[in-house]
């Protein structure tokens, strides 16, 4: 069997097997080198540096060029990253393959394609893995961490990091496997709208779950009027079960949407709470 047979069960040759594990360990690195001006662009470019090797020869001009043109600006998801590499990688091929053949090819479309892309899939990627996978991880984590199991920060781990690891796999492997044509069929059907929609909702059903379990504030104020004692939370909770959680998660939500310090609204909250406790409307 030779490196180029294929394997009947992922309809791709064994050395285009080998290349997806390669791209799936290599984008790992995305994050390592970042900056203002190309955010992931630099990493990108190194990412890239064994398949150009091989696509151009080491140390040609041809190779040269080729890292030249990957270290524009370059910013996306770094779970779907993978996906992105592999459809540029299977285009530097293209571009050989044309060349040696002494057709022409556009070197702006691989530029397009990864401009075109880095966006879309940003979306999906921060839907998935912050707005759904991190608060499910949470959401699953804090319950035991809460009660002191050692489980807390092993589930965490798990439940975040497994079906990260299958998407990155996957996404390198459909990158090869369906090529430049997949983006175009899911923005003409709409699947990429209808996944990035989709995966905020879900985020956003999580988050409001966890507000109602595990943000508590309850208030102790009453007051007498006669034969009638006035009791503050009887109220509250009459029109709306958890409305003093759910408003001080919106006022620290707006607080910090304005781009406001972390650590100055802890210590608001700090303050607050002494505050409140010694006024005796909570405790």
Same mark, same amino acid.
């Given at each position: !069997?030779?490196?180029?047979?294929?394997?009947?069960?992922?309809?791709?040759?064994?050395?285009?097997?080998?290349?997806?594990?390669?791209?799936?360990?290599?984008? !790992?690195?995305?994050? #390592?080198?970042?900056?203002?001006?190309? =955010? =992931?662009?630099?990493?990108?470019?190194?990412? !890239?540096?064994?398949?150009?090797?091989?696509?151009?020869?080491?140390?040609?001009?041809? #190779?040269?060029?080729?890292?030249?043109?990957?270290?524009?600006?370059?910013?996306?998801?770094?779970?779907?990253?993978?996906?992105?590499?592999?459809?540029?990688?299977?285009?530097?091929?293209?571009?050989?393959?044309?060349?040696?053949?002494?057709?022409?090819?556009?070197?702006?479309?691989?530029?397009?394609?990864?401009?075109?892309?880095?966006?879309?899939?940003?979306?999906?990627?921060?839907?998935?893995?912050?707005?759904?996978?991190?608060?499910?991880?949470?959401?699953?984590?804090?319950?035991?961490? =809460?009660?002191?199991?050692?489980?807390?920060?092993?589930?965490?781990?798990?439940?975040?990091?497994?079906?990260?690891? *299958?998407?990155?796999?996957?996404?390198?492997?459909?990158?090869?496997?369906?090529?430049?044509?997949?983006?175009?069929?899911?923005?003409?059907?709409?699947?990429?709208?209808?996944?990035?929609?989709?995966?905020?909702?879900?985020?956003?059903?999580?988050?409001?779950?966890?507000?109602?379990?595990?943000?508590?504030?309850?208030?102790?104020?009453?007051?007498?009027?006669?034969?009638?004692?006035?009791?503050?939370?009887?109220?509250?909770?009459?029109? *709306?079960?958890?409305? *003093?959680?759910?408003?001080?998660?919106?006022?620290?939500?707006?607080?910090?949407?304005?781009?406001?310090?972390?650590?100055? *609204?802890?210590?608001?909250?700090?303050?607050?709470?002494?505050?409140?406790?010694?006024?005796?409307?909570?405790?």
């Amino acid at each position: !069997m030779t490196s180029l047979t294929e394997n009947k069960s992922t309809g791709l040759t064994k050395q285009e097997n080998k290349l997806i594990r390669s791209v799936f360990t290599r984008s !790992m690195w995305l994050m #390592f080198c970042t900056s203002y001006t190309k =955010q =992931q662009g630099t990493t990108f470019a190194w990412t !890239m540096i064994p398949y150009l090797e091989d696509i151009y020869g080491k140390e040609t001009d041809e #190779f040269y060029a080729s890292m030249a043109r990957h270290q524009n600006f370059f910013n996306t998801t770094p779970g779907m990253s993978p996906f992105i590499f592999a459809l540029v990688i299977a285009m530097e091929q293209e571009r050989k393959a044309a060349l040696d053949n002494g057709k022409e090819f556009d070197d702006a479309a691989i530029e397009s394609i990864k401009v075109a892309l880095m966006g879309p899939l940003a979306g999906i990627g921060d839907s998935i893995f912050v707005g759904a996978l991190r608060i499910i991880a949470i959401g699953v984590a804090i319950g035991f961490s =809460q009660s002191g199991s050692w489980l807390g920060p092993i589930l965490f781990l798990l439940v975040f990091n497994i079906p990260n690891l *299958l998407i990155r796999y996957f996404a390198t492997y459909y990158g090869f496997k369906v090529g430049t044509s997949f983006i175009s069929q899911a923005l003409e059907s709409g699947a990429i709208t209808a996944f990035t929609k989709g995966f905020s909702i879900m985020g956003l059903i999580m988050t409001g779950a966890m507000t109602a379990q595990y943000v508590s504030f309850t208030t102790t104020f009453a007051a007498d009027f006669g034969e009638t004692t006035f009791v503050l939370q009887t109220v509250l909770d009459s029109i *709306l079960p958890g409305m *003093l959680p759910l408003g001080i998660t919106m006022a620290a939500f707006v607080y910090l949407r304005k781009h406001n310090n972390p650590v100055k *609204l802890l210590v608001i909250m700090f303050i607050a709470s002494v505050v409140l406790t010694l006024l005796g409307i909570c405790g």
